[in-house]
């Protein structure tokens, strides 16, 4: 799904302005590169994707402070813990997914299931809760890494 940049960076900056804060170049710049990338993605990874195009104004202290600000906008979301990683994903203009994380090589498997989604909003009408968000992280073996400890 193509994202229009301008309505992006007005939630970002309609959030901002709420929080009292500046929406600046340094994060403009964060925000078009993570808006770029398709996958999940760490700060530093991130960092080092700025570097290698030459932006050398962006430090990591900036970033590790941007991220959170954009996830508190909606825009991003903060997914799979492992390794003492976090890693992100944008929310905005992408459909809602889960995660298979294989515990050997690391790999992330997207996936979605109308009927998970159902089960999970039947659980919050019958508690009479309002849930905001949610994820699930299924962790585990793929394909591959079973074989290898056969």
Known sequence: ?????????????????????????????????????????EADELYLRLRQKGDNRISRATIYRTLPLLEGSGLIRRVVFTEKHTHYERVYGHKHHEHLICLKCGRIIDFYRKSLEDALEDVTRENEFKSVAYKLEITGYCKNCQEDTI
């Open 1 to 41: 799904m193509k994202v229009q940049m301008k309505k992006v960076e007005r939630i970002v900056s309609d959030y901002l302005k709420q929080k009292h804060l500046k929406y600046t170049q340094e994060r403009k710049t964060i925000l078009k590169e993570i808006f770029s990338i398709h996958d999940h993605f």
